[in-house]
């Protein structure tokens, strides 16, 4: 398709929208894109409270093509692991990967898109804030945006749908095209509260690591900030017997929670019994379409195609992944309908592979890390990635430090879990593991990554 020809409107300016409109505006796409709320720029961020971002290879990759990885990476604070405080014994780092080499990054969602929304606007994306998606008519090829009083209608060539889990051009889609949506909703929720910096103005806490408080069928997660703060996340169940946002409902039943359950939180968090009671419980869902695109006429990227829950930390880089591909079928394709369809067919099995795993790392973050037979796994699991580089590549490896499709990487990760099983199925120790099997194992059932 040749660019001088090509325009795009783009429902959303959040980081999928902005990250889209500077790949298609730096190949000589004429770009629009519209977003509900205000400048953030202008009015400040005013996305509501969000856990925090976590940045890995694959969004890494698609900022660098953008030309933003350099004014995005000045914000964000190294992550090398799982620094995991157990309810019983000492706290520990668990490494992601093998060095210094293999992290992921914390960054603030505002600033992110403050950045992306800066240099969209250099390469000539045109945006227009307070312009909320009210309609569309995908005969005469006309949308309605209303906001602050004013309705504007504007004609259009194609639209992408840049606009979250809570979509309005998805639901203006759905209207002319069943696209078989369906939620999955967690039964569980969160609840943000903060660790503020130290009285010298430094970290609390060890700030190179995503720390996790597993109990079970619940947990806390803290996250740093480049402000020298930490956001932290409880997740547990919205109802039930045990600790549940059902039961623990106010400030001082919040406070003989944490006492009984997170004790080495409390001098962390001075403001645990305002921010329990003033932050509103989250919730969380998974979403499935069996359409992501209406012929050449619009398409959906990111959360409003397949929303998923954030224990992988991968929505974002999910999303940005979108955009490059999306981008590049624009570039390989002489239609908007061959691409959106190519684009779909691409994508689509990864998104539901990555939402697979997401709900999976939920259960492993809560109830696995500080277990005895889980732990011996992952020294397993590292000593066969030393034996057969390229061959036995680690889960986490797989999903954050590569851009191997997620829907192989969730493959071989379901392969590699039955070798990490039988290989230590009634073992105590890495001494006792029969390490000819194992080779046999993986040599067997594994192809060397391409």
Known sequence: MTADQSEITIVGGGLAGALLAILLAQRGWSVDVYERRGDPRVHGYAGGRSINLALAERGLHALRQAGADAAVMKQAVMMRGRYVHPLQGEPGLQRYGRDDSEVIWSINRGELNIVLL?????????????????????????????????????????????????????????????LGERTEWLDHGYKELEIPPAKDGGFRIEPNALHIWPRGHYMCIALPNDERTFTVTLFMPHAGAHPSFETVRDADEAQAFFERDFPDTLPLIPELRHDYEANPVGILGTLYLDHWHLHGHAVLIGDAAHAMVPFHGQGMNCAFEDCVALADHLDANASLSDAFAAFEAQRKPDAEAIQQMALENYIEMRDKVDDASFLLQRQVELALQDRHPGRFVPHYAMVSFMRIPYSVALHRSEVQRVILEDATRGLASLHEVDWDAADAAVLERLDPIA
């Open 118 to 178: 800066d240099i969209a606007e250099s390469h000539g994306a045109r945006l227009h804030f307070e312009h909320r998606l009210a309609s569309v008519d995908f005969v005469d090829k006309v949308a309605v945006f209303k906001g602050d009083g004013h309705e504007t209608r504007r004609p259009f060539r194609a639209l992408v749908g840049a606009d979250g889990a809570g979509s309005s051009l998805r639901a203006e889609i759905n209207k002319v095209l069943p």
